[in-house]
């Protein structure tokens, strides 16, 4: 701890922000990029435009850095680098750090790692993080993830499914069935898909509306199947709900420790119990069109401390090279 409080008075508990830059009358996003020595594309993921071509005087920029700009000594690394909206980021902290408070969320740290969601609706541009213990502070750098647009267009008798306070008390049950943060990890990555056959319908982080009606981000992947179509469990995992909900139609919640939870929603059949421990490759159940949906399909959920976070990316290898040594239970 002497060592962090001498780290602590000598960087002045604060990291050099990213820079900033107020746009000017006149200026460009072409120049702007040009005279920081940027590439375009990444001073435009950024700060979430879109449209290269439309900015305002006045509008502060975030200059994305290739790398982090806190002091060496402080013995932190983040991967990726920046963060993406709706992605995990792996951080791994010096020892005596219990957890980082970051986007609302206090995000325990176990083995030196401690992985964090990016809520999917985080504003482009920098965000201030502390490390719990030392009391470091800094900023982390997040840039959009280019997320679509989709409108569903439900029949009346789905469309009677949006009940706002079903669908608020179905929410809860899910994030208590996710359970609490555990420092196991079960298994080990990547995952695998949990159907054989991948076809993506509708990609996670796209921002809805059903019927023209405003209904936020899509947090899963939705992916093809025929009703019967088996569902695998990607990973090893503790089954912590299974069950016919409202919104969701049948459904199952794995457990997998670190606070990582995968649902698979819409099921016609379960064939897994509450309080049963799967292995990857185990049969869940089979895909259907149960619960709110348009036609048969899965839509397969991962969340991380209770934020929905993009699936695809616990099935490439690079997440699990980040997390080791975090990654250690059989």
């Given amino acids: 701890m002497k060592r962090f409080a001498w780290l602590a008075l000598l960087f002045g508990l604060a990291l050099a922000a990213a820079p900033v830059h107020v746009v000017r009358p006149g200026e460009t996003l072409y120049r702007i990029a040009h005279n920081y020595g940027v590439p375009l594309s990444e001073l435009a993921a950024a700060n979430g435009i879109a449209n290269v071509n439309l900015i305002r005087v006045g509008q502060k920029l975030v200059i994305p850095s290739t790398r982090p700009s806190w002091p060496a000594a402080w013995g932190l690394s983040v991967t990726p680098w920046p963060l993406v909206q709706g992605r995990v980021a792996v951080l791994r902290v010096p020892a005596g750090v219990s957890a980082v408070r970051v986007f609302n969320l206090k995000v325990p740290a176990a083995r030196g ?111 093809r199947g025929k009703e019967g179509t088996p569902v695998y469990a990607p990973a090893a995992g503790v089954v912590a709900l299974s069950d016919e909900l409202y919104v969701r139609g049948n459904t199952v919640i794995l457990r997998h420790g670190l606070g990582i939870c995968s649902n698979y929603y819409h099921l016609s059949g379960r064939v897994v119990e509450e309080g049963q421990r799967v292995s990857k490759g185990d049969l869940l159940g089979y895909v259907g069109a149960t619960g709110l949906v348009t036609g048969p399909h899965l839509h ?26 975090a990654a250690a239970a059989p």
């Fill in 300 to 325: 397969w959920e991962v969340r991380v401390l209770g934020q929905t976070t993009d699936p695809a990316v616990f099935t490439r290898p690079q997440l699990w090279r980040w997390l080791t040594p």
């Fill in 113 to 223: 790692v401690a992985l964090v969601p990016v809520p999917a609706d985080t504003r482009p541009g920098a965000h201030p993080f502390m490390l719990v213990g030392p009391e470091l502070r800094g900023e982390l750098v997040v840039v959009s993830g280019g997320y679509g647009h989709e409108n569903i267009a439900l029949s009346e008798e789905k469309n009677a499914l949006l009940d706002r306070e079903k669908i608020r008390a179905e929410k809860k049950r899910l994030l208590a069935a996710c359970g609490p943060w555990t420092p196991e990890l079960v298994g080990r990555g990547p995952w695998r898909w949990p159907l054989d056959h991948v076809e993506e319908t509708s990609a996670f982080g796209t921002r809805r509306t059903y019927n023209g009606r405003p209904g936020g981000w899509h947090g899963g992947i939705d992916l």
